[in-house]
């Protein structure tokens, strides 16, 4: 999309006073650089949507799909707020809803916040400026004050812890690859120096920021677009390609071995603790006490003293699912997904491929992170989610 169809689409938006999708665009572009200034700018692009849909009748669905999303998420929400009040009561549930369970209501909102297909992609190209913004910033003032760019100076110059970051980074990572690889892209040496040139920038700054999981996902994305690409006509070019892969592979993560493996290991402690908690509550889960309180009793009980102070929540999504909500939470949660998946994959959707490397990118970070818990994760996976489901066709 030039720059010019985007200030065409822009004052569309403008002339159509469309100022809900206008205020998502500045939420998603805001998403690298200040969670407070996105939050508030997502707050009220939902209420402008409401306004919207309600006096002014605006479309409130833009695809059968994302309103089927729409109430399979809310299901889950309402099993979320159900479970808290069995588990505590009306008043804990109240109380505690900004802290644990506002967050989940983002599922079935990213839905009704959605236009066409052309203008979902404004989202994507705001949330790449914002990023490059974002990285750019801290490199000069790293440059400028002679410091090292790495995840601690993301974390004191943005407030964005580095998983964030590569995660955003790997979701625009997504969309180039689906391009570069898109059926009639013409595949000359130009467009294989320039790809294995941002190989290598890539594999930099995951590297300098420390993410060794998104490492091996934009490597496991490389193979996902490419492989399949392979022909007689380009295995020279995607040779050299794969080449400079290799090579960026070798010179980054033989430095990180240990860390891989120090990092492994300090999980599964935490990990451990987590499975522990949740064999005490299997089924509904434990909304007696928040998540990390729930662990560091299990630490506690373990004997394992050091972890009391570092205040940790499960560091895996689906643990974390489990541990508050139960098995029949987490089961929900997939079934949510899997219609999601199944309303995509059967019909003949250009976004696929797309969705596809979308849910590589979630499930592995999943393992990890808890990253539903925070506005940088939980925007970035509800619109995702619902963002492949409307097609260029709808």
Same mark, same amino acid.
């Given at each position: ?27 998603? /572009? ?13 707050? &009220?692009?939902?209420? !402008? ?26 299901? *889950? ?29 983002? %599922? ?10 052309? /203008? ?18 801290? %490199?000069? &003032? ?28 790997? /979701? ?6 689906? *391009? ?19 190989? *290598?920038?890539? *594999? ?8 060794? &999981? ?11 677009? !490419? ?8 295995? =020279?070019?995607?040779?050299? =390609? ?44 434990? +909304? ?14 373990? #004997? ?24 029949? #939470? ?26 596809? #490397?979308?849910? %590589? ?10 990253? +539903? ?10 619109? #995702?989610?619902?963002?492949? +489901? ?5």
């Amino acid at each position: 999309m030039t720059i010019q169809s985007q200030y065409y689409m822009l004052r569309h938006l403008i002339n159509e006073k469309d100022f809900s999708f206008i205020a998502l665009i500045l939420t998603f /572009f805001l998403l690298p650089l200040s969670i407070n200034l996105s939050s508030i700018a997502f707050v &009220v692009a939902a209420v !402008l949507k409401i306004y919207q849909s309600t006096l002014l009748q605006f479309k409130l669905f833009y695809s059968e799909s994302v309103r089927q999303s729409c109430v399979f998420a809310l299901c *889950f929400f309402c099993y979320i707020i159900a479970n808290s009040i069995i588990q505590k009561d009306i008043q804990y549930t109240v109380a505690e809803f900004d802290r644990q369970f506002q967050h989940y209501a983002l %599922l079935f909102i990213a839905p009704m916040l959605l236009r066409e297909y052309s /203008f979902n992609k404004l989202l994507i190209i705001s949330l790449s400026y914002g990023l490059t913004i974002a990285i750019g910033y801290v %490199l000069f &003032v790293c440059i400028i004050t002679n410091t090292t760019f790495d995840q601690f100076a993301i974390q004191y110059y943005l407030d964005l812890h580095h998983t964030y970051l590569s995660l955003f980074l790997l /979701f625009i990572i997504n969309q180039l690859m689906a *391009f570069v690889t898109e059926k009639g892209m013409k595949f000359n040496w130009l467009t294989a120096i320039s790809i294995a040139t941002f190989f *290598f920038i890539t *594999f930099w700054l995951l590297y300098s920021v420390n993410s060794k &999981v998104s490492i091996l996902v934009f490597v496991f994305l490389v193979i996902f677009y !490419l492989a399949p690409k392979l022909s007689n006509k380009t295995a =020279v070019k995607y040779g050299f =390609v794969f080449l400079i892969l290799a090579l960026s592979i070798y010179m980054f993560t033989s430095q990180l071995e240990q860390s891989y493996i120090d990092a492994l290991e300090y999980r599964t402690q935490i990990w451990e603790a987590a499975i522990e908690a949740i064999k005490q509550k299997p089924f509904f889960g434990n +909304l007696q006490d928040s998540e990390k309180n729930v662990i560091n009793l299990q630490h506690y009980l373990n #004997g394992k003293y050091y972890f009391l102070d570092s205040n940790l929540n499960s560091h895996n999504q689906y643990l974390s699912i489990t541990l508050k909500f139960g098995l029949i #939470g987490l089961i929900i949660f997939f079934i949510y997904l899997f219609h999601c998946c199944i309303s995509l994959y059967k019909k003949n959707s250009s976004n696929q491929r797309l969705f596809t #490397g979308f849910l %590589l990118i979630m499930f592995t970070i999943f393992i990890i992170e808890n990253i +539903l818990v925070r506005h940088h994760g939980i925007i970035l996976f509800a619109f #995702g989610v619902n963002y492949f +489901l409307i097609s260029k066709n709808e």
